[in-house]
């Protein structure tokens, strides 16, 4: 079953550390994986999107990285700021169909403390 | 900033009554979905469309339907909303060659 998982579920850090946060998936064929930033009442924005063959790819200070023989991808997020507080989302897409299929994760909850 | 705009983005109903979200975009993207997103879970796909006149149930059992007539506009209609109904729904859109969805803002529905 094709499936998404991150890690943590959610996550409190104080402004200004850093972070990382982890996703898992099962996903096949694979396609790529993008990591989505979701503020509170809106929609999903686009951070990242990675192919099979790019393993770190960066979006100012956040960084994501991809493993896609231990199909794991990592979102790293550098001196957080109060606006990093957010829902962020990895989404995988399969080669299985036109559609571009995505499968979606739960999302990690990160809150930032002044 | 995606060109992608969602009305209402807030709307309380009582059970019964017929609703339409609107959706629409400004960047002549083809392909447009319907998402239904509960608090702290997964965006499950509820429908899709390829173009005018193209449009396909997704992944999860909704009851809601939709149209494409014109490529701009994706609107899901509720004929009658129910308290299951209770959810966030989000419409993106992409153009054909790209790999990234767009998202709107989203339509936060509460039935009572």
């Known amino acids: 079953k094709n499936q998404v998982e991150q890690s943590p ?3 409190i850090i104080l402004e200004g550390k850093n972070c990382t946060l982890q996703c898992n998936y099962t996903v096949s064929p694979f396609s790529n994986l993008r990591w989505y930033k979701q503020d509170t009442g809106r929609g999903p924005v686009s951070l990242t999107i990675m192919t099979f063959s790019e393993n770190t790819k960066s979006n100012g200070r956040y960084t994501a990285t991809l493993d896609a023989d231990t199909k ?10 109060l606006s990093d507080s957010a829902s962020y989302i990895c989404v995988v897409s399969d080669r299985g169909s036109t559609l571009g299929r995505l499968y979606f994760g739960r999302g990690t909850q990160l809150t930032v403390w002044p | 900033e995606a060109d992608i705009y969602q009305t209402p983005r807030y709307l309380v109903i009582g059970t019964g009554k017929k609703i339409t979200l609107e959706c629409s975009q400004t960047m002549g993207h083809d392909k447009m979905y319907w998402y239904q997103q509960d608090p702290g879970m997964e965006l ?3 429908h899709y469309s390829y173009g005018v006149n193209s449009t396909e149930k997704g992944d999860l059992s909704s009851e809601s339907t939709v149209s494409r ?3 701009e506009h994706f609107p899901l209609t509720l004929e009658s909303a129910r308290p299951s109904h209770t959810s966030q729904y989000l419409c993106a859109s992409r153009a ?3 790999e990234t969805q767009y998202f709107g803002p989203g339509t936060r529905l509460l039935v009572l």
């Open chain 1, 72 to 81: 794991q991808s990592s979102l790293h997020i550098t001196a957080s700021q």
């Open chain 2, 69 to 71: 007539i014109r490529t």
């Open chain 2, 44 to 46: 499950h796909l509820i």
């Open chain 2, 96 to 98: 054909g060659t790209q």
């Open chain 1, 9 to 11: 579920q959610s996550l």
